[in-house]
């Protein structure tokens, strides 16, 4: 009967252990919460759920267009989140509706990990465009074009997903590695086995649109592994 008891407690203790290293947090979005940069926050009730609305009120200098999460600090875990992308009214040609989550962001946005998507290639009749639907990227020194240019097909991918429609996204984070996953599926849309800003980088959790983009969030949960 000692012996047993003694497993037990050591079952229990190993379990405690476990369930404390394993921190999720779900985050009821609002603008009080989040510091901008380079775009405009603003609350809104859109298709159903209240949400976390972006814009871009002028052309940015650079792709550091998000609103940070204040108090976040992340390393490894998964950050689950329903987001919306579409173009803005009098957008230009080539914009996607890009809307995206970034990770280990800095406190000054020196540094950061990006997935994002492109939700009008998601249906395209344009094979390529739709090959372009979702999109990692780092900060500094990565963007969309030196990454498609060096290593094409490497850091995009196919994924279904339409503009102005909730898409559901989640990302898993392991050291060098980052996994998305699209709208519940088992399998990850886009893979990256190297992350640009290596495995030691942490910082907070950002939301982000790209140029001639009205993007929304809401659904946000942060799980922290460490």
């Known amino acids: 009967m000692k012996k047993i008891t ?37 609350a ?10 972006l814009e871009m009120p002028k052309m940015a200098t650079n792709e550091k267009t998000l ?3 204040k108090g976040m600090d992340f390393h490894n875990g ?34 950061m990990e990006l997935f994002y998507i492109r939700p009008t290639n998601g ?8 090959n372009h639907s979702t999109q990692y990227v780092s900060m500094p020194g990565f963007p969309w074009e030196k990454l498609r240019k060096e290593t094409p097909e490497k850091y995009e991918a196919y994924a279904d997903m339409v503009p102005a429609e909730w898409t559901k996204v989640k990302i898993e984070v392991k050291d060098e590695t980052a996994k998305l996953y699209i709208n519940g599926a088992s399998q990850p849309a886009l893979i990256v086995n190297d992350l640009k800003q290596g495995k030691d980088l942490r910082g907070s959790v ?8 009205l993007g929304h969030f809401t659904d946000l949960k942060v799980t922290k592994l460490d």
């Open 6 to 42: 003694t497993t037990a407690l050591g079952l229990s203790f190993a379990l405690s252990c476990l369930l404390t290293s394993v921190r999720a947090q779900d985050i009821a979005l609002k603008p009080a919460l989040l510091t901008p940069f380079q775009v405009t926050v603003a």
């Open 78 to 111: 998964t950050i689950e989140a329903t987001i919306s992308g579409q173009p803005q009214a009098n957008a230009g040609e080539g914009a996607r509706g890009f809307v995206g989550i970034a990770f280990r962001v800095a406190a000054d946005t020196s540094k």
């Open 67 to 69: 609103a940070v999460l």
């Open 123 to 130: 249906r395209a009749n344009d094979q390529v465009r739709r």
């Open 44 to 53: 809104a009730d859109y298709k159903g759920k209240s949400a976390i609305a």
């Open 206 to 213: 950002g939301l982000w649109i790209g140029p001639g983009s």
